[in-house]
């Protein structure tokens, strides 16, 4: 919180403004007000004159502040990339304010004890801004004030929406939170959302998520989207030293971003890449985490050219050295370059991402062999991994992108990218938990793995009237396609244990060959329509999209084993009603899509392929905007088919029903204190399955309670610092059908703390943070073929920021 104080007559002045691009945690307001002069309203009629040249709002309005006397204190992040035209002249301060708002979409409101804030604007502009911002999807919303979360997203191809009019329950999540939390992966970032969990191992390389408890990521290629494209972002992990915002849409979206390449329902992460700012950045990051791992990150924005329309941001990452668990290194390089010309009609972008993860001894999530009951869990710092074993994993990202106004009314957009994955590893494959005394048996390989992505999108979005019924139209047509190469050999098997690790000699293993062993091809078109009325106190989406499913499956020999082409339509239909200002009911009717599975070599009826799946959700939910914080409760329901193998046949007789009820929170409660957190009940039931006595019982890795909160407190009586602190609650899941075998339920503790300050005229800002305080031992999560893995220890994270 950046705080402006009034002057007292008894004291020099300070310098209290705060560069805005800083997460700064300033609150004296309690101690100060006391003994300050009475701090000016904003309805004063006296008239002065100012000479405030244009410049960065957030240093603007806060210079203005201190020479007028008002007693204003806002989120620095809530002004990051505006500028103010600055003051010249003479004006009452109410005028001044007004002028030096002009355009931002902010206003100053007061608070109950006589002081400001600022805050976004909520009114009706023209038909291409609306709720205060651009719905143009390369223009980012606003943030919210607390500056963790963002008023609006991308809800797909109906392009940017605040979350009051989005008939869906979503959380959008800025870099403030990123920077704030020492989020490095996606992964870590979305811990904070009580909808997801994690069942990727700390240690280990890939992420992977569960979202309303079904999974998504588990098979890689490029499950999560990319500036709301799927095929760009990287296979195994994503970094957030590229991403400006995460957002979560939950619940299927086959219809708003096409079906995802490996047929996740629970939801859709998209990473909305880092693009040029209006005012230059040049700002750089040390880390540190136990034991110790160094980083540095430089990320640099410049706009030069006529108006300044020509952008470019660069990030470049590097990490390396020992990470928190027994014999395990870890080295990243990441490098992102992001193009962009924005014109008065045409809006252009081209980021390209390089990124490389290379591990020794990576950690593997644990299977459990049938009636062995699953012991304690091993502080997370052991591991049984070779110390021989490495891992390199290598991504290469595209994405051309670009918007044409035809008019005011129409317009255009379309995309064009992919990637390319490179995977290498020799280790021992996911080790098998044997006995009650924490045994494993595992089998080393060499594995390789190449996979291809190429993505093509365009369309339109139209807006425009039929009698009081407003009309925002969009059209889409889509095409990915994946090409995937495999290849392992493998060596006898070994033994170990989760609590005292036996090291064993490393195998000799040659290096496979990758053929081709599959290749997909998603392709449809989407049409959707909100109708409006009311002045948008009442919004009606209806749209359907056409998905064809192509796939081949090849041997070794690279002939075709199986193939298929298939088509399904999803519908959507959403409702928002808004009978007061700050608050909105929704309900959703919503189809998400599946490839159709092919029966195993296993089976007797090997080969034979079954038609696409289709999950179904509905949901219904309310919202509450209270300026400064905001809540969204919902109950959803959502039904999923699945494939199974029985008497040796394999068909599709199984279904999994997950309904809960979900809360979510996030802003500011109180003029220093932010809480972002929520809660997700969960009752997920296999409401059919072709082995009766599997029938009723909870799916695997389906908690039924699932918690988080998040709170920061700008400490008033030191200047610049917050303390910080979150708790994680996992209910008990189980990890077979059988619901024989169950991982207990677990808590998380982290703490931390940040300083904003200024070194030699360089704004500044320290970081801490310990996670897993109490160092607990805990099984985290639970995969859907029923792995599950170690929770992380406690660990140290530090780092330090400088912009320059």
Not at 657 to 681: I, Q
């Amino acid at each position: 919180m950046l705080v402006v104080r009034p002057l007292c007559p008894d004291r020099p002045l300070k310098p209290v403004v705060r560069r805005v691009l800083l997460s700064v945690a300033v609150s004296l307001a309690v101690g100060s007000f006391a003994v300050a002069a009475v701090p000016v309203q904003l309805d004063s009629v006296s008239v002065r004159g100012y000479q405030i040249p244009p410049g960065p709002l957030g240093v603007t309005i806060s210079s203005f502040a201190l020479s007028a006397g008002i007693a204003l204190s806002f989120q620095p992040s809530i002004t990051e990339g505006l500028v103010s035209p600055g003051l010249s002249g003479s004006y009452s301060t109410q005028e001044a304010v007004t002028r030096l708002l002009a355009g931002s979409g902010l206003e100053m409101v007061a608070r109950s004890d006589g002081t400001y804030t600022l805050v976004v604007r909520r009114v009706t502009l023209d038909e291409t801004q609306v709720d205060g911002f651009d719905k143009r999807s390369g223009i980012l919303p606003p943030v919210y004030p607390g500056g963790q979360v963002a008023r609006g997203g991308r809800l797909g191809i109906l392009g940017n929406r605040d979350v009051m009019d989005v008939p869906f329950s979503v959380s959008n999540y800025t870099s403030t939170l990123i920077k704030d939390q020492q989020a490095v992966t996606v992964g870590d970032l979305l811990e904070r959302d009580s909808s997801v969990r994690s069942t990727g191992q700390t240690g280990g390389i890939v992420d992977s998520f569960f979202i309303r408890g079904f999974p998504v990521g588990e098979g890689n290629l490029g499950e999560l989207a990319f500036d709301g494209v799927y095929g760009v972002a990287s296979n195994y992990r994503v970094f957030t030293e590229y991403a400006e915002r995460i957002e979560l849409v939950k619940g299927p979206a086959a219809l708003l971003y096409g079906m995802s390449p490996n047929s996740g329902v629970g939801g859709v992460i998209n990473v909305v890449p880092k693009r040029s700012l209006d005012e230059d950045l040049t700002r750089v990051t040390a880390s540190y985490a136990l034991n110790p791992q160094f980083g540095s990150h430089l990320d640099v924005s410049r706009r030069f050219g006529e108006e300044r329309r020509f952008g470019v941001r660069i990030n470049g990452s590097v990490q390396q050295g020992d990470t928190a668990i027994e014999n395990q290194s870890r080295e990243v390089g990441i490098g992102a370059i992001s193009l962009d010309y924005q014109g008065e009609r045409l809006r252009t972008s081209l980021d390209l991402i390089n990124q490389k993860e290379t591990f020794d001894a990576a950690s593997r999530p644990f299977l459990i062999a049938n009636g062995v009951q699953i012991p304690s869990a091993a502080n997370g710092r052991t591991s049984v991994s070779q110390e021989w074993g490495w891992s390199e994993t290598r991504d290469k990202s595209a994405l051309l992108g670009g918007e044409y106004d035809l008019s005011d009314n129409l317009t255009l957009f379309a995309h064009a990218g992919g990637g390319k994955s490179d995977v290498a590893r020799m280790s021992d494959q996911t080790p098998t938990i044997i006995n009650e005394a924490g045994d494993t048996s595992s089998i080393p390989g060499y594995y390789k793995f190449e996979v291809q992505r190429y993505t093509v999108d365009a369309g339109a979005r139209l807006r425009f009237d039929t009698g009081p019924i407003s009309h925002s139209t969009a059209l889409q047509v889509t095409r990915y396609r994946d090409e995937l190469s495999r290849g392992i050999l493998s060596a006898p098997a070994i033994l170990s244990n989760i609590y005292h690790p036996t090291d064993r000699p490393k195998p000799a293993i040659a290096k496979p060959d990758t053929p081709k062993v599959s290749e997909s091809e998603l392709s449809g078109v989407a049409l959707a329509d909100t109708l409006s009325v009311l002045d948008e106190r009442l919004q009606v989406t209806v749209g359907m999209r056409q998905q064809n499913i192509k796939s081949h499956n090849y041997n070794a020999a690279g002939i075709v084993t199986t193939a298929y082409d298939k088509s399904k339509s999803t519908p959507l239909f959403g409702v928002v009603a808004k009978p007061w200002d700050h608050v909105s009911f929704y309900y959703n009717y919503v189809e998400g899509l599946s490839k159709g599975d092919v029966a195993p070599s296993a089976a007797s009826n090997a080969g034979e392929i079954f038609s696409p799946y289709v999950s179904r959700q509905q949901e219904i939910g309310a919202k509450v905007d209270y300026g400064s914080f905001m809540s969204t409760l919902a109950l959803f329901q959502i039904e999923k088919p699945s494939g199974e193998l029985a008497s040796g046949v394999f068909s599709v007789k199984g279904e999994q029903r997950n309904r809960g009820v979900e809360w979510n929170m996030a802003g500011e409660v109180a003029p220093g204190t932010r809480l972002l957190g929520g809660v997700t009940l969960l009752d997920g039931e296999l409401t059919r399955s072709s082995v009766a006595a599997n029938r009723g019982n909870r799916p695997v890795g389906v908690p039924e309670v699932q918690a988080n909160l998040w709170a920061e407190w700008d400490t008033p009586s030191i200047e610049g610092l917050t303390l910080t602190s979150g708790a994680i609650y996992t209910g008990s899941q189980y990890v077979n059908q059988a619901n024989t075998q169950k991982l207990d339920a677990w808590t998380r503790f982290d703490v931390g703390a940040r300083y904003a300050t200024r070194i030699a005229e360089r704004p500044t800002t320290f970081r801490a943070t310990v996670q897993n305080v109490l160092d607990r031992e805990y099984w985290s999560g639970v995969a859907s073929y029923g792995a599950f893995s170690q929770g992380s220890p406690r660990t140290l994270l530090l780092s330090a920021t400088v912009d320059f």
